[in-house]
């Protein structure tokens, strides 16, 4: 039965904030923030946290319409209530859920309504007579089942105890619509099952089975069926089959029929669409039963749901054949392991559905991108104006002063306006301001008059920074806002900082000689750095394994870098020195980056989550878990309100730093992704991936609105220039393109059809909107950064093939 | 409880599990499997490890087809293609064996394999995910330990290789193999092998990617015209490892561009100014956001014509190669005072770095494609240099710098003839200098006869306007010298070297100036001292000249060694000498006379091929540096009595070099200065057959040379030693008949007939 696993997967880390000025990091975040780590044994989406969740779930009602399950922190063995959010009633319910019902249903003596309940979700059977197991959650399915519903029990008498009636209404109900079957409509794929990440229930799932001889005759003939089908339907219902395919397979290899999987797997594979390649690599390489446990694919087949998104028409159909034929196995696999989205109206064409589909887990559902974003920008500080002024008028010699006044005055009035989107000031607390970053608030300003203003007919230049003799070992690049620095990460574990100004990089002098030097003085900034030190070149060492990500902080104080080795460091660039390592990610640490506010960062790794920091807390604040995979990069909003991560399960999702909700599921790219960047208005986000591609994201809509094809390898790199209107990609294929953003978003009307059915039409306009390639020689283009003046800087290590 | 083997070179590449581990593996496995029900997952993972490890052994069956090793390729493949490949159960039974189990169950086998291939393909894929994340195209070695490391497996400590590892194919008796070769390294080579250089460190370059969307053609870019056909497989341009950024990071360009780039330093800033330049817009005010003036002219240009550039063809330079192109680039035009290298070794009297220098400069002149225009001004000092320096050598008496400033003189010559123009007047400013420190009085001699020598190759017209007026004045200078009292020997030496260029030089100009009766007289009237020994040179010169003539009428036989060899003379001149010197003609334009008595002497060969000789000498008293002296080839030898020449049909034949001492069989003549000094040569030959070419060497006593003229160094006694081997000696450089013949060898053009 529907398990809604993706619900689940969503764990927040969450906590009562006690004050400002940082969100507060767990109390009890260690066994968080660790048992979240692991990915071959429980992953990130524990056991512990659901108990919580469905413990209090009938006890709230005014949590979000998303049910993102947010967890206390505390370890899973204590089922302490929080004031989460919980589900409403009638919204999908987990198998927690169920099995407190049924647990009521028995305290109470119902017995037909549980024996009804239970011939729905036959499976728990076991799990529920096995009830008299205590202990911890570690063994096998059915032991945790019955630790789940023995602290469910534990749980029901205290003061957060589910309503009873309420839940056990919307539970019956939405089981007796099931159990009407074909004539319940739309509720199909509501019920949850059960979203054990223990390997030995997931894989229960798959016991029931058929004759395995028949699987390809079912395969086939639902083939057949679909493929003489209407054609509007076609490309509905051949969505179908991979998910199908991949289950009927796995079923045969779970129940040992090695031969016919094998055989199944050879007849039928190639019909899927090649954008599942590398998934049916790992499947084809699954080839017996034991080979099922710790395998991390097939464990996110399982426990999550696989989505689709099919017209009511459609469904109808598929149901009419499959009740006709009998065909019970499909339709059990339908029920159990696929969400099926139904929608009103006209189906959707196949370019409609290729454009969204090819995530791990299929689409997203259209309720997981309805919450509100508020992405709009913060209002900047108004400390400079007055004095920009002046300084405009002195240094501008040669000329338009009149002409830049203006022009000023619209930058400035425009911050001062509080856009409509914009999240509260103070919706997260920021970092106050220091002296030097109003200073370099200044400088930014003057920068920003000369500013070139890009367009089709007016291209950046582009500056391309080549690593040398870097031996195929660069792994990492950031260079800061004001383009004076560029920190490389190489897979010799070094960090590398270049100044790439004549000012040459200089640490700060010794304690004992720093206790000399006159503290009144103008220029104690200026005494207190050590010149024999200086050099144009500092190298960083402290990782133990390749540095996969790099970010500079705001305010070019500090370095952040992750590794392999699973840590964070913080560098000082005053010192040269690592000031903190974080640690949390027991596996690599694919990316992290400074919020644009400093103070906060996010890292993401092959752990699954993605963790929000805040420099001076050693725990992470924040847990983002519900990718399936790899967490391979990491942005924060321009307003540092939300953050983006791009995961190998290939879709992007979308987090709220404030209560750790994901706000958006972006499903569409075809393979993992490696670069994300928001657009400066804070509106859009570009995303790249190992398939070429760069796709385009409204945010507010929660929408695809472009697709850029050009690139033919990996897009490492992604930026906006400062104003938004050039959007540059770099990729492995050794080009950087320079693409029209402003035409790319200008005809963008979001009617409120699109909106609410994410149908979406997307114009074939890349090479219009392509301005420019420029090839590399024999150079991945591994970072790109537009300066204040808008010019280009790309970099990549040269690699000789 | 492991050890390394180590695999075909210096690096330990292979680490196999040890006996221990694989026996545990195996007798889990033997016993059936059962290890699996008792939930050993332990000894599961452990298991899969060593096997992964093990499959580095020697012997090992069918790789899973694609996957690992071409598992990105694969990606690229557009129909699904996914074969369920398993090793096959022999792979394992090999295993086994090489641990010492002899017996293995098939079921075993077979359970071992699905294993394997499951968990082989397992981190084949995880390590593909770091090759994503590393940014690369290529899978190494250490994205599988990272693979294994994940699965907290032991990463294979020491299998490290940056390049393709290559498995080897063998199949016979129904088995096919692959296997991986293995050989034994003796330890104590590998720790008495020198380390390796240390790599070259990392570094940054910048240059313009684009200008304003216009790519410039700069050799940091790739050719405008490859971007299309690069588009779907780049196909990148392949230079080496381990080279210097500037030279390996972008091969060289087309000459048209290296103009481009020396006219338009704008768009090709050096890697040390271009850093800042882009960024703060100082430099060439590059910065578009204020440069925009000076840079719109450049990218039409450019864009006008993209297809203008030839593509370029390229020669791979071996590793060595390169880091030597490297070394002496950078010693040579280098931007760097101190790395300079001509002023270094000038310093320190480096005589031979400096001959090799000079060398250098000359074979970069004589590559047609560089494009030096803009390296011409750093280059002419270093010439002029070696040409008018004072003293170049330790040893002024005993070293030969006297060949190296005859060198570098005829270097200038080639410069002002490539380089001068009307702008620039390279010519005429050397000149000045030459003429300027001739004209001082107390220029020393060596000097004094480099800037003779640099005006003498400069032309006939120099020769004749410059040097011709001041002969009579530097006659009497060098007679100062020579017959006045022995002051220095230095001088001596200097004065007779100048006398006897001016004579080399002169007389050839001379003797088409001066009608032909030649009389001494007249010569010492308006000639002075030098006026008698003038005049006999002329007479020489007029001689030759109808020689030459008469040969190419004779023969049209008359290969010019179009490159010149440096060689070091010994002037032709009685009196003191400095030993070990041997004038051997770089050049072909022998006369015939020599090489017919030569064959007279010679017995009845039906086909003499052609011989080298290469003569070396090395004279222990003096210095201890060894002199090349000359290089010389005998090809025209058979041209007397057949017409047709035989100089294409040498055979390959592995030279034979020998070290002959000849202390004692030089003839007095032409015995050293050093009083007991030992001299060697060697003699290096290609002989057309092997044998007969001990002969020179068994015949330490001087035998009469098969020329004329008599020689003064010991090589004719050597060559001479045995009648086929003087067929083609060269002739003796040291007579005054062989010396007036000599046509002007080396590099410059022979006097016009």
């Not at chain 1, 710790?294 to 009419?320: A, C, H, P, W």
């Not at chain 1, 007055?386 to 002063?401: A, F, I, S």
């Not at chain 2, 032409?670 to 003699?683: E, R």
Request: proline letters at 9%.
């Amino acid at each position: 039965m529907a398990a809604l696993a993706e619900e689940q997967t969503e764990v927040a880390v969450k906590l009562e904030p006690e004050g400002p000025p940082t969100l507060l990091p767990p109390q009890t975040g260690d066994s968080a923030g660790e048992g979240g780590g692991g990915t071959t044994n429980n992953g990130p989406n524990g056991g512990g946290g659901n108990v919580a969740a469905s413990s209090s779930s009938a006890g709230g009602d005014g949590g979000t319409p998303k049910p993102s399950v947010a967890v206390s922190a505390v370890a899973p063995a204590g089922a302490a209530p929080v004031p989460a959010a919980a589900p409403e009633a009638g919204a999908p319910h987990d198998r927690q859920t169920l099995l407190a019902v049924l647990q009521f249903l028995r305290q109470s003596n119902l017995r037909e309504a549980e024996e009804a309940l239970r011939r729905e979700a036959r499976l728990l059977e076991e799990a529920v007579a096995g009830s008299g197991a205590p202990g911890e959650a570690d063994g096998a399915g059915a032991e945790t089942a019955s630790a789940l519903l023995s602290r469910v029990t534990a749980s029901a008498p205290g003061p957060a105890a589910p309503d009873p009636p309420v839940s056990g209404a919307s539970g019956s109900a939405a089981v007796s619509g099931l159990a009407a079957g074909p004539a319940a409509p739309g509720k199909v794929g509501s019920v949850a099952v059960e979203d054990q990440p223990d390997v030995s229930a997931v894989l229960s799932a798959y016991n029931q089975q058929g004759d395995p001889t028949m699987y390809e005759e079912y395969y086939s003939g639902l083939k057949h069926f679909i493929e003489c089908s209407l054609d509007c339907h076609r490309a509905e219902l051949s969505q179908l089959f991979y998910p199908l395919f991949v289950h009927m397979y796995l079923e045969l290899v779970y129940n040992q029929h090695e031969n016919e999987a094998k055989s199944f797997f050879e007849k039928f594979h190639g019909d899927q669409e090649c954008y599942y390649q590398d998934d049916l690599r790992v499947l084809s390489s699954l080839t017996k039963k034991e080979h099922m446990k710790g395998n991390e694919t097939m464990l996110d087949f399982r426990t999550s749901k696989f989505v689709l998104r099919i017209s009511r028409d459609s469904y109808q159909l598929l149901k009419r054949h499959l009740q006709e034929k009998q065909n019970n196995q499909i339709w059990n696999i339908v029920q159990e392991h696929l969400y099926i989205d139904i929608f009103d109206g006209m189906p959707r064409s196949k370019q409609q559905i290729d454009a969204m589909v090819g995530s791990l887990a299929g689409e997203a559902k259209r309720e997981a991108n309805k919450s509100k974003v508020f992405f709009g920008l913060l209002k900047e500080p108004e400390i400079e104006v007055p004095l920009d002024d002046e300084d405009e008028e002195g240094e501008n010699e040669e000329g338009k002063p009149k002409k830049k006044k203006p022009k000023k005055d619209s930058i400035g009035s425009k911050s001062k306006k509080q856009d409509p989107n914009a999240p509260p000031q103070n919706r997260i607390p920021l970092p106050e301001l220091k002296d030097s970053d109003k200073l370099d608030k200044i400088m930014n300003m003057k920068e920003t008059t000369k500013r070139v203003r890009l367009g089709p007919d007016c291209l950046p230049s582009i500056c391309f920074y080549t690593f040398l003799n870097a031996y195929q070992g660069l792994t990492a690049v950031d260079v800061t806002d004001d383009s004076s620095l560029i920190a490389g990460g190489f897979a010799d574990s070094t960090v590398r900082v270049w100044s790439v100004t004549p000012k040459k990089l200089r640490s700060v002098k010794q304690a004992a000689d720093l206790s000399l030097i006159d503290k009144e003085s103008d220029d104690v900034l200026e005494r207190i750095m050590d010149e024999k030190t200086a050099s144009e070149l500092k190298i960083l060492y402290g990782h133990s394994g390749p540095v996969y990500g790099a970010s500079f902080s705001p305010d070019r104080n500090y370095l952040l870098s992750s590794s392999e080795d699973g840590t964070v460091r913080l560098w000082s660039l005053q010192t040269f020195t690592c000031l903190v390592g974080y640690k949390g990610h027991n596996y690599p640490v694919w990316d992290t980056q400074f919020s644009p506010y400093g103070y906060y960062f996010v890292s993401g790794g092959h752990d699954r989550v993605a963790r929000l920091w805040a420099t001076d807390h050693y725990q992470p604040l924040r847990i983002f878990a519900g990718h399936l995979a790899d967490v391979n990069c990491t942005r924060f909003h321009p307003n540092s309100n939300y953050v983006a991560t791009g995961s190998a399960d290939r879709t992007v999702r979308l987090w709220d730093v404030l209560n750790g909700n994901c706000v958006r599921i972006f499903t569409g790219h075809k393979g993992p992704i490696h670069s994300l960047t928001f657009s400066p208005n804070g509106r859009f986000l570009a995303t790249g991936a190992t398939d070429g591609r760069v796709l385009l994201w409204d945010i507010g809509h929660g929408l695809m609105v472009g697709e850029l094809k050009g690139h033919s390898d990996t897009v490492c790199s992604l930026r906006f220039s400062r104003d938004g209107e050039i959007l540059a990609s770099g990729s492995m294929d050794n080009t950087v393109r320079l693409w029209d953003a402003i035409k790319a978003f200008e005809d963008l009307e979001t009617d409120d059809f699109t909106t609410a059915t994410g149908h979406i039409n997307l114009p074939e306009n890349s090479q219009e909107l392509l301005l420019g390639t420029y090839m590399t020689k024999s150079t991945p283009v591994v970072h790109l950064h537009f300066t204040r003046r808008n010019l280009v800087l790309a970099a990549g290590a040269y690699s000789p093939q | 409880r492991q050890h390394f083997y180590i695999i075909s070179g210096r690096e330990p590449r292979g680490l196999i599990p040890s006996r221990g581990r694989g026996s545990d593996l195996l007798s889990v496995s033997a016993r059936n499997c059962s290890w699996r029900e008792r939930g050993q997952h332990g000894a599961e993972r452990r298991v899969s490890g060593a096997l992964a490890v093990g499959l580095h052994l020697p012997a090992l069956g069918h790789l899973p087809s694609g996957e690992g090793r071409r598992g990105s390729r694969m990606a690229e493949e557009k129909k699904l293609k996914l074969s369920n490949t398993v090793l096959p159960s022999e792979s394992m039974k090999v295993v086994a064996e090489s641990m010492g189990i002899a017996q293995i169950q098939e079921e075993t086998c077979q359970l071992l394999t699905d294993e394997v291939s499951y968990r082989i393909k397992e981190i084949a894929q995880d390590a593909l995910k770091f090759m994503h994340m590393g940014k690369r195209q290529k899978l190494t070695t250490s994205d599988i330990d990272y693979a294994l490391k994940l699965k907290n497996v032991e990463p294979l400590y020491g299998f490290h290789a940056q390049e393709f590892i290559p498995f080897r194919f063998a199949s016979g008796g129904g088995r096919e193999l692959y296997f991986y070769e293995e050989k034994e390294v003796d330890l104590s080579d590998i720790i008495n092998t020198p380390l390796p250089r240390v790599p070259l460190d990392v570094c940054l370059k910048a240059h313009w990617l684009s200008i304003e969307g216009c790519q410039p053609a700069i050799p940091e870019n790739p050719p405008p015209g490859n971007l299309r056909a690069q588009r779907p497989a780049p196909t990148p341009l392949p230079p080496p490892p381990f080279t210097s950024p500037a030279l390996t990071a972008f091969p060289p360009a087309p000459k048209e561009q290296q103009k481009a780039e020396a006219t338009e330093p704008l768009k090709s800033a050096k890697p040390g100014q271009e850093e800042d330049g882009p960024l703060k817009g100082k430099g060439q005010g590059a910065t578009p956001a204020d440069g925009k003036g000076k840079e719109k002219k450049a990218p039409p240009l450019l864009e006008g014509a993209p297809l203008r550039l030839k593509p370029r063809s390229i020669h791979e330079l071996s590793v060595e190669q390169q880091l030597y192109y490297k070394e002496i680039t950078e010693a040579c035009v280098g931007s760097c005072e101190a790395k300079r290298a001509v002023r270094v070794n000038v310093v320190q009297n480096n005589l031979a770095l400096l001959i090799y220098l000079m060398r250098m400069v000359k074979a970069l002149m004589d590559n047609p494609t560089l494009y030096l225009e803009k390296y011409v001004h750093e280059l002419i000092p270093a010439v002029m240099t070696c040409i008018v320096s004072r003293q170049l050598c330790l040893r002024p008496d005993v070293d030969n710098h006297w060949a190296l400033r005859d060198f570098a003189a005829r270097l200038v010559a080639q410069i002002c003839k490539h380089f001068s123009t009307t702008t620039n007047n390279i010519q005429s400013r050397i000149t000045k200098t030459f003429t300027k420190s001739w004209v001082d009085e107390k220029t020393p001699w060596t000097t004094r006869y480099g800037s003779i020598a640099g005006l003498a190759e400069l032309g006939h017209d120099v020769i004749k306007t410059l040097i011709l007026p001041r002969l009579q004045q530097e006659g009497e200078r060098i007679r100062g010298v020579l017959d006045g009292p022995v002051l220095s020997n230095i001088d001596r030496i200097g004065a007779d070297h100048v006398q006897s260029l001016l004579l080399k030089h002169c007389a050839p100009v001379l003797a088409k100036l001066r009608p032909p009766p030649d009389n001494q007289d007249a010569y010492r009237a308006e000639f002075g001292s030098l006026g008698p020994l003038l005049c006999s040179h002329v007479v020489k010169a007029r001689a030759q000249a109808a020689l030459q003539a008469q040969q190419v009428n004779r023969t049209t036989l008359t290969i010019t060694q179009p490159r010149p060899t440096l060689t070091l003379s010994q002037a032709p001149q009685p009196g003191p000498r400095t030993p070990g010197l041997l004038k051997v003609p770089g050049s072909i334009a022998l006369p015939v006379q020599t090489l017919v008595s030569a064959r007279a002497a010679a017995p009845p060969q039906p086909s003499p091929p052609p011989t080298k000789f290469i003569v070396m000498s090395s004279s222990s008293s003096a210095s201890s540096t060894q002199q090349v002296l000359s290089l010389s080839t005998s090809a025209p030898g058979s041209g007397s009595t057949t017409t047709s020449p035989v100089t294409t049909t040498v055979p390959s034949v592995q030279p034979i070099v020998k070290l002959v001492s000849t202390a004692t069989s030089a003839p007095p003549s032409t015995a050293p200065s050093g009083p007991g000094s030992v001299q060697k040569y060697i003699v290096v030959s290609l002989p057309p057959t092997g044998e007969g070419k001990g002969g020179p060497t068994s015949h330490p006593s001087p035998a009469p040379p098969p020329t004329s003229a008599p020689s003064p160094l010991g090589v004719s006694a050597l060559c001479g030693g045995k009648p086929e081997a003087g067929e083609s000696p060269p002739p003796a450089p040291g007579t005054p008949k062989a010396n007036g013949s000599q046509p002007p060898g080396c590099g410059s053009p022979p006097p016009a007939p």
